[in-house]
């Protein structure tokens, strides 16, 4: 079992930054490819990023290439998304998810955060 807690959503100002942070707390983080995803209001949750458990090989949404990466840190059990030049379309809330593929598709993950609320003004 994976427990998985994200913050760092808040308010952002559209062209400033954020950071979230999901921490898993375990001695098998490691073991884990790591996604970010979200889901605006009536749309379907969608992949922002994933990372392979080394950290070796990360992929990004079109929408967010260039803008966000994604990093972890596997001594402090968490991984991070750092997000620039935020868009007003960037709101929705974020989720972090672990499986032992870096899986695109949010349906493949077994394990869950509670997400956290992102959004962005003009």
């Known amino acids: 079992q994976v427990q998985l807690v994200e913050a760092g959503g808040g308010l952002g100002q559209a062209g400033g930054p954020l950071r979230l942070s999901c921490a898993a707390p375990g001695r098998t983080f490691s073991r884990y490819a790591m996604g970010w995803f979200r889901q605006a209001p009536g749309k379907e949750r969608e992949v922002v990023a994933t990372i392979t458990w080394g950290g070796s090989t990360t992929i990004y949404a079109d929408s967010v290439q260039g803008r966000f990466t994604i990093s972890r840190d596997n001594a402090k059990d968490t991984v991070y998304l750092q997000m620039n030049s935020l868009k007003p379309e960037d709101t929705a809330v974020y989720y972090c998810?672990?499986?032992?593929?870096?899986?695109?598709?949010?349906?493949?993950?077994?394990?869950w955060g509670q997400g956290t609320q992102v959004t962005v003004s003009s």
């Open positions: 998810a672990a499986d032992y593929g870096a899986y695109r598709d949010p349906g493949l993950y077994d394990y």
